[in-house]
């Protein structure tokens, strides 16, 4: 034990699903207490790689090393009890319970042979929260906090299970510029006790700065190993995807209109009656992005809501749009009216995973646009459809028969967004429209959204992503604690000053 | 009329009897609780209850002793739930459909081993069957209503009611209870927390089928001592519904527990006046009506929650 210089490695690792190699030969030696980046495109075997790691998959040849030992887990828990955390990007969490019961789920210390001994579980958590400086909320319950703070559990809970090696997938793209700092700085803290990370993302300028190595993967192979001083941005995208990538949105002078969305007064309250949105007012002209940046449980999913008719607004609220009031009207009807809606939950509220490609393709359109058979599905048309989404979003898939879950998350984002933009909507409320994709795809998305403004969609652009929003908004919003906020027109702030405002710094400028 | 019904709906007796009333839906519904917090739409109740309805008699019949009749009637509810489980968790066919076809075969086939074992049809009525015998405490006997109201039960009334508060501690106390929670909120969760988690379904269900038995044997051998043809009567269906409105929480399962059994008490004492005996035979039914009623109205809340 110890005498490796690797904790661990993974030797000639490959595994196959049908014709598809997932990982072919797949080398990858990790140094004990430092960052290690693994990037790649979606598909590329990143996932499939951590997965054979913490033992949900199995290899079909390969080995695994720890500390120069080779060893053969026989499920994920012993893949945990040696050292290995994984933190998945659809977090692990239980909603309805408490922060605690999610942490020591699974990992219970037990007094009396049988009962929970919740006292010396609460004395490991604090000392785990005090000793990495975590502070998080040990009784609050998992759905009434923010995806930062849910981060920050999923941290400790690998924590408290033990892990030296914490596999972090995607972790950043849920956080704002100061919660990745925030992360960051855990992470560092983390590597300077002697942890070892695994830093899984698509968001290269976050991969330089934290990261001491850097394994790069394309088509289930590693295509380059690099230090990060060794590279820039442009030269790892360009390695990732295999051709060279512009990382800057192409925009160009908006063609606005008129008023296609007024909001007044809009006040929403959440079914413990709080009060999320208080008294918010904008408008958004054909033609127009408006983008609306802010910390995560700032409001927007409120917002978005109410907009969409998914949630009833309190009374004085007024929602028109296009001259019509639609402050109480279904989500059925804001199709029928040209309202396009891209989810930022993909998985709980842009698809339904159990059912087919195709029958997730049309959600919506049918409403919408309809079939040539009024009481049938047209099959046909259906595919059609999916196969146009398929194509101009390079949706990776076997058939339009599968299943969505079988999809990788970032395919399944590039349908939700296919779908929402390839039918003829005259408003967009789009949700983090590049959650968890590759650079390749988050520059065509981007153009895709220009491209529709062009033509005179109006589009609400709300985003965890400051620089998205920032790259792409005519006009900027900044929501804080249920307000919104002026965040200037299209360059006019800097990423701080609008960095700034999202933390309340502005909240008597309004 | 009314301040007579007023009179019987708040006397001693009624409550008396909603004790002893609330027992088979509280033993079916602190097993299950388990079951059903593991996320398994089991509704399976109402035909383990009338299996071990009738093995019970069964087992007193053979034996003479009401405590054989109780291990028969555990058994055959732990076996209907294996049945259940080989259907749902092994072969993965849809729950709704296995537990309708237990719950519509049961019937048939405790008729037909009627006719066979004791060559009747409608009721099994033997002196061979042996009820267990009320129990009396004479310390309780100074307590007035008290005392009429609680004394002088079979003994298994007061297992139930010590059954609450163990299947309380189970549940929210023991990492078993934990995580059944955790499974049902979110399977894949528990199994990167290297949960088993069909280990964890197995057991629930087995927890269900023996104590869904004990509310079978409740209601042949707590004092009637004979089995009559499709004899739980919906009690099953009550089981499973205070489970699911008490949100598998044993303290607020075991109000609706005692609202049902209050209800079928109202049933018995109101008999006895000439009220039309169909409005009064509602009365559970009602009540399960506007206790769900209640309890959407409280979650109601705008066009739509999307429960993510």
Same mark, same amino acid.
């Given at each position: 034990?110890g005498?490796?210089?690797?904790?661990?490695?993974?030797?000639?690792?490959?595994?196959?699903?049908?014709?598809?190699?997932a990982?072919?030969?797949?080398n990858?030696?990790?140094?004990?207490?430092?960052?290690?980046?693994?990037?790649?495109?979606?598909?590329?075997?990143k !996932?499939?790689?951590?997965?054979?790691?913490?033992?949900?998959?199995?290899?079909? !040849?390969?080995?695994?090393?720890?500390?120069?030992?080779?060893?053969?887990?026989?499920? @994920?828990?012993?893949?945990?009890?040696?050292?290995?955390?994984?933190?998945?990007?659809?977090?692990?969490?239980?909603?309805?319970?408490?922060?605690?019961?999610?942490?020591?789920?699974?990992?219970?210390?037990?007094?009396?042979?049988?009962?929970?001994?919740?006292?010396?579980?609460?004395?490991?958590?604090?000392?785990?929260?005090?000793?990495?400086?975590?502070?998080?909320?040990?009784?609050?319950?998992?759905?009434?906090?923010?995806v930062?703070?849910?981060?920050? #559990?999923?941290?400790?809970?690998?924590? %408290?299970?033990?892990?030296?090696?914490?596999?972090?997938?995607?972790?950043? @793209?849920?956080?704002?510029?100061?919660?990745?700092?925030?992360?960051?700085?855990?992470?560092?803290?983390?590597?300077?006790?002697?942890?070892?990370?695994?830093?899984?993302?698509?968001?290269?300028?976050?991969?330089?700065?934290?990261?001491?190595?850097?394994?790069?993967?394309?088509?289930?192979?590693?295509?380059?190993?690099?230090?990060?001083?060794?590279?820039?941005?442009?030269?790892?995208?360009?390695?990732?995807?295999?051709?060279?990538?512009?990382?800057?949105?192409?925009?160009?002078?908006?063609?606005?209109?008129?008023?296609?969305? !007024?909001?007044?007064?809009?006040?929403?309250?959440?079914?413990?009656?709080?009060?999320?949105?208080?008294?918010?007012?904008?408008?958004?002209?054909?033609?127009?992005?408006?983008?609306?940046?802010?910390?995560?449980?700032?409001?927007?999913?409120?917002?978005?809501?109410?907009?969409?008719?998914?949630?009833?607004?309190?009374?004085?609220?007024?929602? =028109?749009?296009?001259?019509?009031? /639609?402050?109480?009207?279904?989500?059925?009807?804001?199709r029928?009216?040209?309202? *396009?809606?891209?989810?930022?939950?993909?998985?709980?509220?842009?698809?339904?995973?159990?059912?087919?490609?195709?029958?997730?393709?049309?959600?919506?359109?049918?409403?919408?646009?309809?079939?040539?058979?009024?009481?049938?599905?047209?099959?046909k048309?259906?595919?059609?459809?999916?196969d146009?989404?398929?194509?101009?979003?390079?949706?990776?898939?076997?058939?339009?028969?599968?299943?969505?879950?079988?999809?990788?998350?970032?395919?399944?984002?590039?349908?939700?967004?296919?779908?929402?933009?390839?039918?003829?909507?005259?408003?967009?409320? /789009?949700?983090?429209?590049?959650?968890?994709?590759d650079?390749?795809?988050i520059?065509?998305?981007?153009?895709?959204? =220009?491209?529709?403004?062009?033509?005179?969609?109006?589009?609400?652009?709300?985003?965890?992503?400051?620089?998205?929003?920032?790259?792409?908004?005519?006009?900027?919003?900044?929501?804080?604690?249920?307000?919104?906020?002026?965040? *200037?027109?299209?360059?006019?702030?800097?990423?701080?000053?609008?960095?700034?405002?999202?933390?309340? *710094?502005?909240?008597?400028?309004? | 009329?009314?301040?007579?019904?007023?009179?019987?709906?708040?006397?001693?007796?009624?409550?008396?009897?909603?004790?002893?009333?609330?027992?088979?839906?509280?033993?079916?519904?602190?097993?299950?609780c388990?079951?059903?917090?593991?996320?398994?739409?089991?509704?399976?109740?109402?035909? #383990?209850?009338? %299996?071990?309805?009738?093995?019970s008699?069964?087992?007193?019949?053979?034996?003479?002793? &009401?405590?054989?009749?109780?291990? +028969?009637?555990?058994?055959?509810?732990?076996?209907?739930?294996?049945?259940?489980?080989?259907?749902?968790? #092994? +072969?993965?066919?849809?729950?709704?459909?296995?537990?309708?076809?237990?719950? !519509?075969?049961?019937w048939?086939?405790?008729?037909?081993?009627?006719?066979?074992?004791?060559?009747?049809? *409608?009721?099994?009525?033997?002196?061979?069957?042996?009820?267990?015998?009320?129990?009396? +405490?004479?310390?309780?006997?100074n307590?007035?209503?008290?005392?009429?109201?609680?004394?002088?039960?079979?003994?298994?009334?007061?297992?139930?009611?010590?059954?609450?508060?163990?299947?309380?501690?189970?549940?929210?106390?023991?990492?078993?209870?934990?995580?059944?929670?955790?499974?049902?909120?979110?399977?894949?969760?528990?199994?990167?927390?290297?949960?088993d988690?069909?280990?964890?379904?197995?057991?629930?269900?087995?927890?269900?089928?023996?104590?869904?038995?004990?509310?079978?044997?409740?209601?042949?051998?707590?004092?009637?001592?004979?089995?009559?043809?499709?004899?739980?009567a919906?009690?099953?269906?009550?089981?499973?519904?205070?489970?699911?409105?008490?949100?598998?929480?044993?303290?607020?399962?075991?109000?609706?527990?005692?609202?049902?059994?209050?209800?079928?008490?109202?049933?018995?004492?109101?008999?006895?006046?000439?009220? &039309?005996?169909?409005?009064?035979?509602?009365?559970?039914?009602?009540?399960?009506?506007?206790?769900?009623?209640i309890?959407?109205?409280?979650?109601?809340?705008?066009?739509?929650?999307i429960?993510?």
């Amino acid at each position: 034990m110890g005498n490796s210089e690797y904790i661990l490695e993974m030797r000639n690792i490959r595994k196959t699903f049908g014709e598809l190699v997932a990982n072919d030969n797949v080398n990858l030696k990790v140094r004990k207490g430092t960052v290690h980046s693994i990037i790649g495109e979606n598909g590329a075997g990143k !996932s499939t790689l951590m997965n054979i790691l913490t033992d949900i998959h199995k290899a079909d !040849s390969g080995d695994i090393l720890l500390n120069g030992e080779k060893v053969h887990f026989k499920n @994920s828990l012993d893949a945990a009890r040696r050292g290995i955390g994984m933190i998945y990007q659809e977090f692990m969490l239980y909603r309805d319970l408490s922060v605690f019961d999610n942490i020591i789920l699974g990992f219970e210390k037990k007094k009396w042979g049988f009962i929970i001994d919740r006292k010396a579980c609460r004395k490991e958590i604090e000392r785990i929260c005090s000793e990495y400086s975590f502070n998080i909320p040990l009784d609050a319950i998992v759905k009434d906090l923010s995806v930062a703070m849910l981060q920050q #559990v999923e941290i400790v809970k690998v924590l %408290y299970r033990g892990a030296d090696i914490i596999i972090m997938d995607e972790p950043t @793209s849920v956080l704002t510029p100061q919660g990745i700092q925030g992360l960051f700085r855990a992470i560092r803290n983390l590597v300077g006790m002697g942890k070892t990370i695994i830093f899984i993302s698509h968001k290269l300028k976050e991969v330089l700065e934290i990261s001491d190595y850097i394994t790069i993967m394309n088509h289930g192979r590693v295509v380059a190993e690099v230090l990060p001083n060794e590279v820039d941005e442009a030269k790892l995208a360009s390695l990732m995807v295999g051709r060279d990538v512009i990382l800057q949105a192409n925009k160009v002078e908006p063609k606005i209109g008129d008023v296609l969305l !007024s909001v007044k007064g809009l006040t929403v309250k959440d079914k413990d009656e709080i009060v999320r949105v208080k008294n918010v007012d904008f408008e958004i002209h054909s033609g127009e992005i408006l983008g609306i940046a802010g910390v995560a449980g700032s409001g927007q999913q409120w917002i978005v809501e109410a907009l969409f008719g998914l949630r009833r607004p309190e009374h004085g609220s007024q929602i =028109i749009f296009d001259g019509k009031d /639609i402050t109480y009207v279904s989500p059925r009807e804001h199709r029928l009216d040209g309202i *396009g809606y891209v989810p930022q939950d993909r998985m709980g509220s842009g698809v339904n995973a159990k059912s087919s490609l195709w029958e997730n393709s049309i959600m919506g359109y049918h409403i919408a646009h309809g079939f040539k058979n009024k009481y049938l599905v047209d099959t046909k048309q259906a595919n059609e459809f999916t196969d146009e989404i398929v194509e101009q979003f390079d949706v990776r898939r076997q058939a339009n028969k599968d299943k969505v879950a079988a999809l990788s998350g970032g395919n399944i984002q590039k349908m939700v967004v296919g779908r929402e933009f390839l039918q003829r909507n005259k408003l967009l409320i /789009i949700e983090d429209p590049t959650r968890g994709i590759d650079v390749g795809a988050i520059e065509f998305i981007w153009q895709k959204i =220009i491209d529709l403004a062009q033509e005179g969609v109006a589009v609400l652009l709300i985003s965890h992503e400051l620089n998205e929003v920032m790259q792409l908004s005519d006009t900027i919003k900044v929501i804080y604690n249920g307000q919104l906020y002026d965040g *200037g027109r299209h360059g006019e702030l800097t990423e701080e000053e609008i960095g700034l405002i999202m933390l309340g *710094g502005n909240a008597d400028a309004k | 009329m009314l301040k007579e019904i007023l009179r019987l709906a708040f006397s001693v007796s009624t409550f008396a009897s909603t004790f002893r009333l609330a027992c088979p839906l509280l033993f079916g519904s602190m097993g299950g609780c388990y079951n059903s917090a593991s996320g398994c739409a089991n509704l399976s109740y109402e035909a #383990v209850m009338l %299996y071990s309805c009738f093995f019970s008699v069964l087992g007193s019949y053979i034996s003479g002793s &009401p405590w054989v009749g109780l291990l +028969f009637g555990m058994g055959i509810g732990i076996f209907i739930s294996i049945i259940f489980g080989t259907m749902s968790l #092994v +072969f993965h066919s849809n729950m709704i459909i296995a537990a309708i076809a237990l719950n !519509s075969t049961a019937w048939a086939v405790t008729t037909l081993l009627m006719v066979i074992i004791f060559g009747v049809r *409608g009721t099994v009525y033997n002196e061979r069957i042996v009820s267990f015998k009320p129990v009396h +405490f004479k310390w309780m006997e100074n307590l007035g209503i008290f005392n009429k109201i609680f004394n002088d039960n079979v003994i298994l009334v007061y297992i139930a009611f010590c059954l609450v508060i163990i299947a309380y501690i189970v549940m929210y106390h023991t990492p078993f209870g934990l995580r059944i929670r955790g499974i049902g909120q979110n399977e894949k969760a528990a199994q990167t927390a290297g949960v088993d988690v069909n280990k964890y379904r197995w057991i629930s269900l087995i927890l269900m089928g023996a104590f869904t038995g004990i509310s079978g044997t409740f209601l042949t051998l707590s004092g009637i001592s004979m089995f009559v043809e499709n004899m739980p009567a919906g009690k099953g269906f009550l089981t499973m519904i205070s489970i699911t409105i008490g949100r598998f929480n044993p303290l607020l399962i075991f109000l609706i527990c005692l609202l049902f059994g209050y209800s079928q008490a109202l049933v018995l004492v109101l008999g006895t006046l000439s009220l &039309p005996t169909q409005i009064i035979a509602m009365i559970p039914y009602v009540a399960v009506i506007i206790v769900l009623f209640i309890d959407g109205l409280k979650k109601f809340k705008g066009v739509a929650d999307i429960e993510v």
